[in-house]
């Protein structure tokens, strides 16, 4: 990496400031007062209705009675199991919530014997977690309520259930299916039986007690509540939702609560007006984020009824699974945007792209690993013109070092003259020292894009490449300091320092790639950056050691791809390579300029 590239990266990071502070800041706050300003008018006309959640059990003092998970199962008697190959679980009758849900298909570690995600947790647990859909009777809060079921049923994607209760002169009845994935579809009823008119209100909630463990940890992410109403996506991060309230009024979109790869949401009827709320409902000190739906309060006649459906989601945020459900009816579900659900950033217009790439060739060869190597080729293949240039350059002056240096010696006591008389020779041989950025910056943009979606898309979750590489999406498992498992012990243990321990094979060669690389460039001319120069790559080694294997292994490749464009073009315009003082060992002779063999053994 020559001066040229440093200048990039620093130009790049102005861009990605600017970028942030002309573009996105104004963006985002426009947004904020065109909400306020809704909230305002709104809670003026007294259109928002509070989908509050007053059961003691979720935000009371009794909040506090934390258990675990099997003793929570334990404690409700009355449950429905949920079965299908995707997920399995059971509905707490009692309550009508769904807070009992695992995958299948994703466990926790690489082992395959290690436990399966739970999703979903009842609510007086450490981080319980879940959905509910359900009625407001009488102008009264979302109350949980006990429901009935047919003796014996299962929830199966061949098998739905009717569950039904009675309150206050209304018959409720809610049919749950569910599909052979990860989305209920719930169809409710409310039949008046009474000689007097009740109001109900529909309402669908997602709950998290307390921050999920390791969630918040990474900034480039959004873990928390989340919603997309019409064309607007509101997310509010956990640290932010403690105090944060979130208000909007739509006929589209969903809430809810999303984590790294995970998703729990709840869908109302699109194409109806209804109301999103985000906020800490808890009445504790350890918060409760409730993302919730509700709609408009429906006074049902005598002998009349009132009939919705909606969805609930729980599982992964797979984009073709979430896009599939976004298609029109009856292919999918018409559900708006729902694939917003993952976090594509500010980038998305370089996100979508790379992903969908990624995508076509790892669905297609079944290693994402190479399908990362062909993305780095394309790549290569499409900034080919623009690096070719930067080497014809960067070529060009490894050719012009001895007049450089002779200048130097020349003018070494006065900088200015040495400027004037360095111009003067660029322009000679019309040379701009400035185009060997341009790769660079370039690449800068497609650097955090694909660092974006090898960090926040599922589908790289536990995928393996070749060798040891058995997760893309986390960081080399091998280790230089224990001599890759040799050594009983583990660096990374280490105090203060572990972190900077955990050095694999992949960043290690990147290292050396690098390393390879640079000797191709022309030597800075100043003692300074020229130590700093030699340093960077082994740097490099310890920032890239914490990186996914997926990103270092497009680095490494696209580096090897360099280097071998790098000296083609060297050698077509008769630039010596000089592989014996360039590649040899510290410890070895330097060769005299005599000794030293040119390209094509001339």
């Not at 583990?490 to 320092?497: C, G, L």
């Given at each position: 990496?020559?001066?040229?590239?440093?200048?990039?990266i620093v130009l790049s990071v102005v861009v990605l400031l600017g970028w942030e502070a002309l573009y996105m800041q104004p963006q985002r706050e426009a947004a904020r007062k065109a909400l306020e300003a809704q909230q305002t008018a709104q809670a003026a006309a007294g259109e928002i209705a509070e989908p509050e959640v007053d059961d003691p059990d979720v935000a009371g003092p009794a909040a506090n009675q934390i258990i675990s998970v099997e003793a929570a199962l334990a404690q409700a008697q009355r449950r429905l199991p949920i079965d299908t190959p995707s997920v399995t679980g059971s509905i707490n009758l009692d309550t009508g919530r769904i807070d009992d849900l695992s995958l299948k298909n994703y466990r926790e570690t690489l082992d395959a014997s290690s436990p399966m995600i739970r999703l979903l947790s009842p609510a007086n647990t450490e981080h319980g977690h879940y959905l509910q859909l359900g009625w407001a009777v009488g102008g009264k809060g979302a109350q949980s309520v006990a429901w009935e079921a047919p003796a014996g049923a299962r929830l199966?994607?061949?098998?739905?259930?009717?569950?039904?209760?009675?309150?206050?002169?209304?018959?409720?009845?809610?049919k749950i299916e569910i599909d052979d994935k990860y989305l209920f579809t719930v169809t409710q009823s409310a039949r008046n039986v009474?000689?007097?008119?009740?109001?109900?209100?529909?309402f669908g909630v997602v709950i998290q007690r307390g921050i999920p463990e390791g969630a918040g940890k990474y900034q480039i992410l959004h873990e928390g509540p989340i919603a997309v109403v019409e064309n607007s996506l509101f997310e509010r991060k956990y640290k932010k939702a403690q105090t944060a309230v979130v208000e909007a009024q739509g006929q589209k979109g969903w809430v809810g609560i999303t984590n790294k790869y995970w998703l729990a949401a709840a869908i109302p009827p699109q194409g109806e007006t209804f109301t999103v709320k985000m906020r800490n409902i808890s009445q504790t000190a350890q918060p409760i984020f409730q993302a919730a739906f509700e709609f408009a309060p429906h006074t049902i006649a005598p002998g009349e009824s009132h009939v919705l459906q909606s969805h609930l989601f729980a599982g992964p945020k797979d984009v073709d699974l979430l896009q599939s459900y976004e298609k029109p009816r009856p292919e999918g579900l018409g559900i708006w945007d729902f694939d917003r659900a993952v976090d594509w950033g500010n980038f998305w217009f370089l996100t979508r792209p790379i992903f969908t790439t990624l995508n076509f060739f790892g669905d297609r060869i079944h290693n994402w690993g190479v399908a990362i190597l062909i993305l780095t080729l394309i790549v290569k293949l499409l900034m080919f013109p623009v690096a070719n240039r930067a080497f014809e350059t960067m070529s060009k002056m490894k050719k012009l070092q001895p007049e450089l240096q002779a200048l130097q010696a020349r003018y070494k006591d006065d900088k200015m003259k040495l400027q004037q008389e360095m111009m003067a020779l660029y322009q000679k041989e019309k040379m701009n020292p400035l185009a060997g950025c341009l790769p660079m910056l370039l690449q800068i943009p497609i650097f955090y894009a694909l660092y974006k979606v090898l960090f926040v898309t599922i589908e790289l979750r536990h995928q393996p490449f070749a060798l040891w590489i058995k997760d893309l999406s986390a960081p080399d498992p091998t280790n230089i300091f224990n001599?890759?498992?040799?050594?009983?012990?583990?660096?990374?243990?280490?105090?203060?320092?572990g972190a900077f321990l955990a050095i694999g094979v992949l960043p290690l060669l990147y290292g050396l790639a690098m390393a390879f690389q640079m000797k191709l460039n022309p030597p800075p001319q100043d003692p300074v950056q020229a130590q700093v120069f030699a340093i960077m790559p082994w740097m490099f080694v310890f920032l890239f050691a914490s990186f996914s294997s997926g990103l270092v292994l497009y680095w490494l490749w696209s580096s090897i791809l360099?280097?071998?464009?790098?000296?083609?073009?060297?050698?077509?315009?008769?630039?010596?390579?000089?592989w014996k003082n360039n590649f040899r060992l510290p410890w070895s002779?330097?060769?005299?300029?005599?000794?030293?063999?040119?390209?094509g053994g001339k």
């Open positions: 990496m020559d001066r040229n590239s440093l200048l990039a199966t994607p061949s098998s739905p259930v009717t569950l039904t209760r009675r309150d206050n002169g209304v018959v409720f009845e809610t009474s000689e007097e008119a009740h109001s109900v209100t529909p001599l890759f498992g040799l050594l009983p012990y583990d660096p990374t243990a280490v105090p203060f320092i360099g280097v071998a464009q790098q000296i083609f073009i060297m050698k077509k315009n008769g630039v010596d390579v000089d002779k330097k060769l005299e300029p005599s000794q030293k063999p040119s390209v």
